[in-house]
């Protein structure tokens, strides 16, 4: 429970948190609608009160002292929690589709399958994905929540593990014929089916003894083409198990090699505070999946 006494006056807190915000008394001042001395006598009273100086002057603006970007980072995420939580209810979201931002190739290969299950449970909730390579941000865009790909530590965002995304060497049956047990030494000779710009797929590579760069591979935009190449037999694909585990249990690809490791994986993050019901509907079913 939160101590009310134990606080500083809540103005004090909201004008000098618009300060470190703007990094002027007087931009705080407009954007509070107060006078520019209202917000300098609030954040000596802040000072005041801690014993220690918060704020510097500089010219015409100001900047924060070491316990003045301390207290600033806290009030942003206490005030932005606050925020989204007010305009959850002032906007009325409840009918509106939640809003999801992931790749496209999770979108397709991961997520897609699996949605008949969700709407049969939930008919009258609605889905908005919009797939991006892009790290989004998800108060900025307005998203429910997110799943990116990580070792799952992201400041100022709550992860929870949805799915392993450990790597593979895949490729269809009909590449390798009768010899599906690849050595590195084999597959260097062998044709590639690479994603262009994917650190992780050429560290892979390295670990094992490739190197990306003297492979003879063609190169494919985005892992969804690499993926339909690899299925019509023409080399061998670096990918995630959770996005070919259906291919590889119907036949369409085989696995040559794969990673033990447990990170990175797959996450679902959201922003702290309370998520509307049709998000945390969402959110219990994609924890099933998991």
């Given at each position: 429970m939160?101590?009310w006494?134990?606080?500083?006056?809540?103005?004090?807190?909201?004008?000098?948190?618009?300060?470190?915000?703007?990094?002027?008394f007087?931009q705080a001042?407009?954007a509070l609608n107060v006078?520019?001395a209202?917000?300098?006598?609030?954040?000596?009273?802040?000072?005041?009160?801690?014993?220690?100086?918060?704020?510097?002057?500089?010219g015409?603006?100001?900047?924060?002292t070491v316990?003045?970007?301390q207290?600033?980072?806290a009030?942003?995420?206490?005030?932005?929690v606050?925020?989204?939580?007010?305009?959850?209810?002032?906007?009325?979201?409840v009918d509106?589709?939640?809003r999801?931002t992931l790749t496209?190739?999770?979108a397709a290969q991961w997520?897609?399958?699996?949605?008949?299950?969700?709407?049969?449970?939930h008919?009258d909730?609605g889905?908005s994905?919009h797939?991006?390579?892009r790290?989004?941000?998800?108060?900025?865009e307005r998203?429910?929540l997110?799943i990116?790909y990580g070792?799952?530590?992201?400041p100022g965002?709550e992860?929870?593990y949805?799915a392993?995304?450990?790597?593979?060497?895949?490729a269809a049956?009909?590449l390798?014929?009768?010899d599906?047990?690849?050595?590195?030494?084999?597959?260097?000779g062998?044709?590639?089916?690479?994603a262009?710009?994917?650190?992780?797929?050429?560290n892979f590579?390295?670990?094992l003894?490739l190197?990306?760069?003297t492979?003879?591979a063609?190169e494919?935009?985005?892992?969804?083409?690499?993926i339909?190449?690899?299925?019509q037999g023409?080399?061998?694909?670096v990918e995630?198990m959770?996005?070919i585990?259906?291919?590889?249990?119907?036949?369409?690809?085989c696995?040559v090699h794969?990673s033990?490791?447990?990170?990175p994986?797959?996450?679902v993050?959201?922003l702290?505070g309370p998520?509307?019901?049709?998000?945390r509907?969402?959110?219990k079913?994609l924890?099933s999946?998991?």
């Amino acid at each position: 429970m939160v101590d009310w006494h134990a606080l500083p006056s809540l103005t004090a807190l909201r004008a000098f948190a618009a300060t470190a915000e703007k990094r002027s008394f007087s931009q705080a001042a407009r954007a509070l609608n107060v006078t520019h001395a209202a917000v300098a006598q609030q954040v000596r009273a802040l000072e005041d009160h801690f014993g220690r100086s918060l704020v510097q002057r500089e010219g015409r603006g100001v900047s924060l002292t070491v316990d003045g970007e301390q207290l600033a980072a806290a009030l942003a995420e206490g005030f932005g929690v606050v925020q989204r939580g007010v305009e959850a209810l002032r906007s009325g979201e409840v009918d509106q589709p939640v809003r999801v931002t992931l790749t496209a190739s999770f979108a397709a290969q991961w997520l897609m399958p699996r949605l008949r299950d969700f709407w049969e449970q939930h008919p009258d909730i609605g889905l908005s994905l919009h797939p991006d390579s892009r790290v989004v941000d998800l108060h900025r865009e307005r998203m429910d929540l997110g799943i990116r790909y990580g070792n799952g530590d992201w400041p100022g965002l709550e992860a929870s593990y949805l799915a392993s995304a450990r790597l593979v060497v895949a490729a269809a049956p009909s590449l390798l014929g009768k010899d599906q047990g690849l050595t590195p030494q084999a597959m260097q000779g062998m044709e590639w089916i690479l994603a262009r710009n994917w650190p992780e797929q050429d560290n892979f590579l390295r670990n094992l003894g490739l190197d990306p760069a003297t492979l003879s591979a063609t190169e494919f935009p985005g892992e969804e083409l690499a993926i339909a190449a690899a299925r019509q037999g023409l080399g061998l694909v670096v990918e995630s198990m959770a996005l070919i585990e259906a291919d590889v249990a119907e036949g369409r690809l085989c696995v040559v090699h794969e990673s033990r490791e447990k990170l990175p994986a797959y996450f679902v993050i959201t922003l702290p505070g309370p998520q509307r019901a049709a998000a945390r509907a969402f959110l219990k079913w994609l924890g099933s999946q998991a």
